[in-house]
């Protein structure tokens, strides 16, 4: 996994957009009123439709929607949002409700239409028309906002998860969809509807992880690294191999190091398997080792000595891969790669 810094330019700037647009349209949802900002291009340049509900469980909902917690689930931490998620269920469910409500997350699949559960299954479906993920991700590149618009602020060009898939974002010069990354519900929505929206539950992804590997996986603070919050979660492990002789092939695994979180995620999340897939790529990096060893890049930096190329940039021409960690997300694999590039010495 790839630790994205919540400080940086990129990440601030989109947080700053995304929470003011859903604030307005969150807020416009339940009240029907527009915000207090004079001349709002938000409220002014988009329809919104009031949500109604006949069901009594709204004037909870309502009451405790107010404007402090909408923004608390639009910017809250990780940790903050499950708490917020709790106090939601707690002040709006009576107890026997809270039970049916873990009952109902246990057996949604093969119970989502029980009677004993309606209760429950009516106010996940307002708190999903309320936080609309649809809508967002159904919205057009050229509209006031939309994920690509989020997509085109964080500016990931790989996956968050795995670090094997490009997920640039790219729409036509007249600003049609052509491709953009996907968002992975950190707390997933089939079970979070009041986070669907938050903006660090949304985490850059590609489309194996997002729907494939993770999808409705759990995963809690406790136990588990999450990308905007554990800095350390990309030297928290390395990739290493050793051939098989019985199979006749390399064997890529992973070292686990530092936060035992970090083993039970890479566990959830199937890097290990997945990168048995890239088996060429390893083998290449292999084969340079043995045909020319560190004597072939010293002689390449000499070759261009004068093109004040920077090491950088010389490592990416000759392995497609980036040595800085933070610029691990702008090529795939660049993680795998280094790692192994150290570990046949072929870099320090």
């Not at 136990?223 to 905007?228: E, K, L, N, Q, R």
């Not at 006749?248 to 992973?254: D, E, H, M, Q, V």
Request: charge should be positive; aromatic fraction near 12%; proline fraction near 3%.
């Amino acid at each position: 996994m790839l630790y994205i810094d919540i400080n940086s330019i990129e990440v601030s700037k989109a947080r700053v957009e995304h929470v003011a647009f859903f604030k307005c349209r969150v807020t416009k949802k339940l009240t029907g009123t527009n915000c207090q900002t004079a001349n709002c291009p938000i409220c002014n340049k988009t329809r919104i439709q009031r949500w109604k509900s006949r069901r009594a469980i709204k004037d909870r909902v309502k009451l405790f929607l107010n404007a402090k917690i909408i923004e608390e689930i639009l910017q809250g931490v990780p940790k903050n949002l499950v708490k917020i998620n709790r106090k939601l269920f707690d002040s709006v469910l009576p107890i026997s409700g809270r039970t049916k409500l873990r009952q109902y997350l246990l057996a949604k699949d093969k119970q989502r239409s029980a009677k004993r559960f309606k209760i429950i299954h009516n106010l996940f479906e307002d708190l999903n028309k309320v936080f609309d993920y649809n809508w967002f991700i159904d919205q057009p590149p050229t509209g006031v906002y939309s994920a690509y618009k989020l997509a085109l602020n964080l500016d990931r060009r790989s996956c968050t998860y795995c670090n094997r898939t490009y997920t640039t974002t790219m729409t036509t010069d007249n600003g049609e969809k052509v491709m953009r990354l996907h968002f992975d519900h950190w707390y997933p929505k089939s079970k979070f509807p009041l986070l669907a929206i938050s903006f660090y539950n949304l985490i850059p992804s590609c489309y194996t992880c997002n729907s494939s590997v993770k999808g409705d996986i759990e995963l809690n603070i406790s136990d588990h690294i999450h990308p905007y919050v554990d800095a350390a979660q990309t030297s928290d492990f390395e990739f290493d191999f050793y051939f098989d002789g019985g199979l006749n092939r390399y064997k890529i695994f992973l070292v686990k190091k530092g936060d035992a979180r970090a083993k039970s995620t890479l566990e959830k999340l199937k890097i290990d398997v997945v990168y048995n897939s890239h088996l060429p790529e390893l083998e290449d990096m292999i084969l340079i080792e043995k045909s020319y060893s560190k004597v072939y890049i010293d002689e390449i930096k000499k070759l261009f000595k004068n093109s004040n190329l920077t090491d950088n940039q010389i490592y990416r021409i000759l392995f497609g891969t980036e040595l800085d960690i933070v610029d691990f997300h702008r090529q795939p694999l660049s993680k795998f790669k280094k790692d192994i590039l150290r570990k046949i010495g072929l870099i320090p």
